[in-house]
């Protein structure tokens, strides 16, 4: 009795409907196994009113004209019968109760008498306090048939929420083996597995007479597939096509790849299926032009790769072409397996571009204008050649990657690195040996009466971060990276390194001096002071200003922003040191690194930066390097290095040799020091011709330094200047926009295309973008496949700043009158950048798209 009397309470508390003005309640206790307990009921504000069969004209007339405003209970010990009773209209609009068990749990439910029959079917289900718990929880109001079944599929699932797609991939995710997927048994066990089933083909269009977990997957898969390759090409599945809803099957494939913790799962699924239905035969015959979307399967990556590594084997020249299926590949679900070697296929392209532009060979010029092509075009090659083996080395057993190798060796090491050097070599022999000068150039060894003094004569507080072997296109990068993501201005010159282009020279060139000198023993000494370790450059710097210190980087990322301003506190100039990509490049063991310390120098670099805005406030930064390298990553041959010819020696390195020695050598520069130095002891450096190396003992001859190529006398000189917040030309980072310029916003097939416009060009402050862009409705569900847009484009011509992109709207009943949505959200910060409301009205819902 308590629990009848607790679900009676409930019913009587809750709500009104629209058009009630009170709670009337028919209780049928046909078994009469309440009769002797009714009296004991007490609900307050309820009158209890026995019904018998002589006093239901009374009944009538006291709901319906005596008491129209009390709350009744009508208890009756026999069934409701539908002829000649007085009460049927009553009985109707209001609410019948049953207190056996089953009617019990249909009130508890909220579940309507009608549907008593479907809840008897699945009294099993119920027979569970735990799953009656969670299926209560979803706090259904209305059930249908329908919707029962889907709160029970969801409750064995442990959803939170009712919803047929999360029921199927939980059930999917579980294992395509039917006989061992448990979902798949609880519901057979419960529901029946044609409820499954049934549902199945209402949604997704299913019919296969053999059903199975793995043939509906391969058929979602193949629905899915089948919007962006042309169903006639699609003839070996056309078994699994279906004719109706194939839209549903799109967005279930495309949220579940989508999702951020569930698609391993479709990835390992997605190769089961593309091996069953032998897809490479689907693929392969295809011009790339018809798959180039498609991203159901890592098929079509394998398929793009090979397509544009082949046609750059066959030297075939659409570059172009190349590079915007690469860009096009970023925004597919495969790209982040495949990211190395799309990145060494872009680097690749690159660098075949570049052979291209200068396919009649790099020109012979006089000095200063070859030295000004590298600084403008041609150190880009040498970029292309770092970045294409920071991927390479993320893969590289890749067979893809070993074939890309040789191509890029034979660009690099045998055409471009010989030909530039080659020609440098003979206008370094023709116009620098007798004076290491380049006319409008300046030098490294006046950096600091060039840039430096009149700063601090001016007052100001500098910074300098020298960082050995930051070859220019390093820096060139490194800038790019402080342009685009600090408030700061930076710019980038070229200075004349030093030869011998080695740290002990290169370091002595940018301290403050009057006058350089190289000793019998190599020693390098500045003002007639030595210049090796930090102390005697500390020395050095203190000489010329009073107020100054140098410091290794390590010792300065080591301390704490309390540490650092007390370190620095005074201090108008002040030297950084930092060594990460020679320290790896010097050693035999770990050359092979040498790339990859380059990036990490970027980061570092970036960091220093960032310590001396933040922590020091400083506003004046130089960056710059005692010297670049020359490296390349396959072996040396023989006829690379050169013997030393029975030169006296002071010092002999793979790059260079000092000696007191006058006069022409075959294969050999001889540099006259006499512009560099005080030169007392009249030394000349030889240094081979073109990136040969001398022959001395040891290993490690892969990355080097100490000579004369472009590569190793190109110093960069990085100017930062920190520019704080509502200072003059301050301009803070800003993301580019992407807005969508269709105008109509009324959406009329299930199928259908969106343009869109980033209105700005990337470059210094405006930095990329990347939104996903999805359909929703009122009530936040997405209801369609979700594209990704990556918008980093660097033209000025708005036409190459423009999107097209393809969407699938569910198969599912929509209201014309309301309100839809077309959402951008950065991926980045999660943040909805546009939300434009749409009308949809699909008429006969089609899958075809006119």
Known sequence: MDEVTKALQEAFLQPLNEGEQRKVIFWFDKDQEFADYIHEISIEKVKVHKLTEVNSFFTKYLLEEEDQASHYLIYSNSGMRMEDNWLLDTILYSKTFYADKLSLIMNELNIDPSL??????????????????????????????????????????????????????????????????????????????????????????????????????????????????????????????????????????????????????????????????????????????????????????????????????????????????????????????????????????????????????????????????????????????????????????????????????????????????????????????????????????????????????????????????????????????????????????????????????????????????????????????????????INILQAVVPDSTAVHFQDLKNMNKAGRREAFKGKKLVYIYHDSIDATGDKASTEIYTFTAAERAIDELYDIVKIIRDDLSGTNIFITADHGFVYQRDALEESDKIEKEGIQVLEIKRRHLLSQEKGERIGLLNINMDSLIKNEHRITTYVPKATIRFKIQGAGANFVHGGASLQEIVVPLIQFKNIRSGQKNSREIEKVDIKLTNTTRKITNSLFHLNFFQTEKVEDKRV???????????????????????????????????????????????????????????????????????????????????
């Open 116 to 537: 008593r029959s479907s809840v008897k079917k699945y009294e099993k289900f119920f027979g569970s306090k735990d799953r009656v718990r969670k299926f209560k929880g979803f706090e259904v109001l209305n059930f249908t048939q329908e919707t029962l079944e889907l709160v029970m599929m969801s409750t064995l699932c442990n959803l939170k929420m009712p919803d047929f797609e999360d029921v199927l991939k939980v059930v999917i995710m579980d294992t395509l083996d039917d006989s061992q997927n448990k979902y798949l048994d609880q519901i057979a066990k419960y529901i029946g597995i044609e409820v499954f089933w049934n549902a199945i083909a209402d949604r997704y269009a299913f019919n296969q007479t053999s059903k199975s977990l793995k043939t509906l997957f391969i058929h979602l898969t193949v629905n899915a597939l089948s919007h962006t390759v042309n169903e006639e090409r699609l003839s070996l599945v056309k078994n699994y096509i279906a004719t109706r809803n194939k839209s549903n099957s799109l967005v279930f494939i495309d949220h579940w790849m989508h999702h951020k913790t569930d698609y391993p799962i479709y990835d390992q699924y997605a190769e089961i299926a593309e091996r069953e239905i032998k897809l490479s035969d689907i693929v392969n015959p295809l011009p790339v032009e018809e798959f180039k979307e498609s991203d159901t399967f890592p098929y079509f990556d394998k398929a793009i790769i090979i397509y544009i590594a082949n046609s750059l084997e066959e030297r075939l020249e659409d570059y172009e072409t190349y590079t915007k299926l690469i860009n096009l590949r970023r925004a597919k679900h495969y790209y982040e397996r495949y990211q190395s070697i799309y990145e060494a296929l872009y680097y690749t392209v690159k660098m075949f571009e570049f052979h291209k532009k200068y396919s009649m060979g790099i020109p012979k010029t006089q000095a200063v204008d070859m030295y000004r092509a590298y600084v403008n075009d041609y150190h880009q090659i040498d970029m292309f050649y770092r970045k294409f083996y920071v991927a390479y080395d993320n893969d590289s057993n890749s067979e893809i990657l070993k074939k890309l190798k040789v191509m890029v060796e034979n660009l690099y090491t045998n055409w471009y690195m010989s030909e530039l050097s080659s020609n440098w070599s003979a206008a370094v022999q023709d116009e620098m040996k007798s004076g290491w000068v380049l006319p409008g150039i300046q030098s490294q060894k006046d950096f600091y009466r060039s840039f430096v003094a009149s700063k601090i004569n001016n007052g100001d507080r500098v910074f300098v971060i020298i960082s050995d072997a930051l070859r220019y296109e390093i820096a060139a990068e490194l800038t790019d990276k402080l342009n685009s993501e600090t408030r700061g201005a930076c710019d980038i010159q070229p200075l004349l390194g030093v030869v011998p282009s080695v740290t002990k020279m290169g370091m002595a060139s940018l301290l403050p001096h009057k006058e350089l000198e190289i000793d019998l023993s190599g020693k390098v000494w500045v003002n007639g002071k030595s210049s090796s370790g930090m102390d005697n450059r």
């Open 768 to 850: 990329p973008r990347t939104v996903k862009i999805y359909m929703v409705d009122d009530a936040e569900n997405v209801i369609s496949n979700e594209e990704m847009l990556i918008c980093d484009r660097t033209s000025e011509k708005p036409d190459e700043r423009t999107f097209k992109l393809r969407f699938a709207l569910k198969s599912i009943p929509y209201d014309k009158n309301s309100n839809y949505y077309l959402v951008s959200k950065d991926v980045e910060t999660n943040i909805v950048v546009e939300k434009t409301p749409f009308n949809i009205n699909l008429g006969i819902v089609s899958d075809f798209d006119f």
